[in-house]
């Protein structure tokens, strides 16, 4: 983590965007309800068992309910009401499975984390909150279920940032090669990078459904997956309802959304997806999509603020090029990271980062403390992260960097990393167009590959864990 990326706003964002615009929205989490399980021959009330932990048929029959009054408020078509417990069961173990990594790695989401994420969404939809409120309400979302959702998203975001980010490598080479392409300069068009006037390409919402091909599928298990993923092909083309499709037969996570993946800008989304897309207006679908996961089926819902075949205006752009500069202030900082995990909590991270603080006030060179304590990859170099431009960090880290003076070290600051310190060494003025760009890039082709490879990493988790699912056996013993 030489350079921490805030990156809540492609999975926050996309379930707050869905559900402003009005695109559909999702009642989620009803934990604790006082609806009589079932009558389905388990006397044990037990679902299905994940690792150590359990859901209970009562749990799957509270997030039921409500999404049944959901789906009918959307007017979306539903299956059996077996096929919507199963549904709904499958979603809440890849929850769980979410969670105990995320416990694991001492993640926690906070209140003040989801306030954070909730005044973003607003600001982005230009609402106030109680605009975003009515909003969600007048979709059929009860608050309290939006938020829970809400939760969930920023959870899952702190954990793909913890567990995949890392892995995930941009070389000047990729660079290179996607500004020299259309869509790249479209891209950074897109976002107002090198003096280029912004494309009409706004942000583009994308539904899906996903049937998964199992690591350990045979050719013949494949070949039936893919027949399966035919005839639903043929059925939309057909006529059926894609939303009612996702809800009874897509894999996904957001099956019961109505596959609904959210709203994105357009450069943001997979490589795949991108590809599939390109031609596609809204209401239409996609060819089958073959990815890691499995078989994609993918519809394009809206193209919001303009259509997703716009040409770049690429001349405008590039004539413009030389003629702007982009003044921007950049700051040479170093820092020691204390993270959180199971042998080390939050309290303990930051009595440690504290300790460390006292040291260094006492004459310690924090250069050495970082080499020797800190937990970052910056370590090595004595915690320095070279020059930082405005939007390289997350937010907590930046703001408490730009209180400090040359030279200063600053008070602890926590962020979904874990505890800093942080100590500015000098700032500096300098034109960053061409690096924006670049940076820009570097953006839009991390955000591309970080998806597919955090669903990659969910199927390991999910393949190597222990899952005990009741009512799947059940239906299959009928």
């Known amino acids: 983590m030489s350079k921490m990326r805030f990156s809540l706003k492609t999975a926050v964002l996309a379930v707050g965007l869905s559900s402003a615009l009005g695109v559909v929205s999702t009642a989620w989490a009803q934990k604790a309800a006082s609806t009589q399980a079932p009558a389905n021959g388990f006397v044990d009330g037990i679902a299905a068992v994940v690792n150590d932990d359990v859901i209970t048929l009562r749990q799957v029959q509270g997030q039921l309910e409500p999404l049944v009054a959901q789906l009918k408020h959307q007017n979306v078509p539903m299956p059996d009401m077996e096929t919507m417990r199963r549904q709904v069961l499958q979603r809440m173990i890849m929850e769980r499975l979410e969670e105990q990594e995320a416990r694991a790695l001492g993640i926690r989401v906070t209140d003040a984390n989801v306030l954070e994420a909730l005044q973003v969404i607003a600001q982005r939809n230009n609402f106030t909150e109680q605009q975003l409120r009515a909003e969600v309400e007048r979709n059929g979302v009860r608050w309290e279920d939006y938020m829970a959702t809400l939760r969930q998203e920023i959870m899952q975001d702190q954990l793909r940032m913890r567990v995949v980010d890392s892995t995930i490598n941009i070389t000047d080479g990729d660079i290179d090669a996607f500004l020299r392409t259309e869509g790249g300069q479209q891209g950074i068009a897109a976002l107002g990078g090198g003096g280029a006037t912004a494309s009409p390409t706004a942000e583009l919402a994308l539904a899906q459904i996903l049937l998964r091909v199992p690591e350990s599928a045979s050719a013949a298990e494949e070949q039936a997956i893919h027949q399966k993923a035919q005839q639903l092909l043929q059925q939309l083309r057909s006529g059926a309802d894609f939303a009612g499709l996702a809800v009874a037969q897509s894999e996904g996570q957001e099956a019961l959304r109505g596959g609904v993946l959210g709203v994105r800008a357009a450069e943001e989304w997979p490589d795949l997806f991108v590809q599939a897309t390109r031609s596609l207006n809204p209401g239409?679908?996609?060819?089958?999509?073959?990815?890691?996961?499995?078989?994609?089926?993918?519809?394009?819902?809206?193209?919001?603020?303009?259509?997703?075949?716009?040409?770049?205006?690429?001349?405008?752009?590039?004539?413009?090029?030389?003629?702007?500069?982009?003044?921007?202030?950049?700051?040479?900082?170093?820092?020691?990271?204390?993270?959180?995990?199971?042998?080390?909590?939050?309290?303990?991270?930051?009595?440690?980062?504290?300790?460390?603080?006292?040291?260094?006030?006492?004459?310690?060179?924090?250069?050495?403390?970082?080499?020797?304590?800190?937990?970052?990859?910056?370590?090595?170099?004595?915690?320095?992260?070279?020059?930082?431009?405005?939007?390289?960090?997350?937010?907590?880290?930046?703001?408490?960097?730009?209180?400090?003076?040359?030279?200063?070290?600053?008070?602890?600051?926590?962020?979904?990393?874990?505890?800093?310190?942080?100590?500015?060494?000098?700032?500096?003025?300098?034109?960053?167009?061409?690096?924006?760009?670049?940076?820009?890039?570097?953006?839009?082709?991390?955000?591309?590959?970080?998806?597919?490879?955090?669903?990659?990493?969910?199927?390991?988790?999910?393949?190597?864990?222990?899952?005990?699912?009741?009512?799947?056996?059940?239906?299959?013993?009928?």
């Not at 001349?315 to 170093?334: E, I, L, N, P």
Request: no cysteine.
């Open 284 to 478: 239409q679908v996609s060819d089958l999509i073959r990815s890691g996961q499995g078989y994609h089926i993918l519809k394009v819902l809206d193209s919001v603020g303009g259509t997703q075949n716009v040409e770049p205006r690429l001349a405008d752009a590039q004539s413009k090029q030389g003629d702007q500069s982009m003044m921007v202030t950049q700051t040479h900082a170093r820092h020691i990271l204390v993270k959180l995990s199971q042998v080390m909590d939050d309290a303990q991270a930051e009595q440690r980062i504290r300790q460390l603080q006292q040291r260094i006030a006492h004459g310690e060179s924090f250069e050495d403390l970082a080499k020797r304590y800190s937990e970052d990859s910056s370590a090595p170099q004595g915690g320095d992260l070279g020059w930082l431009s405005p939007g390289e960090t997350v937010p907590s880290f930046e703001q408490a960097m730009d209180k400090l003076q040359d030279g200063q070290v600053g008070e602890p600051v926590k962020s979904q990393f874990g505890w800093h310190l942080i100590q500015v060494i000098e700032r500096r003025t300098r034109n960053m167009e061409n690096e924006y760009r670049r940076s820009q890039a570097r953006q839009i082709l991390f955000q591309r590959r970080a998806e597919p490879a955090f669903e990659d990493w969910l199927n390991g988790v999910r393949g190597k864990a222990y899952i005990d699912n009741r009512l799947e056996k059940s239906s299959s013993a009928e």
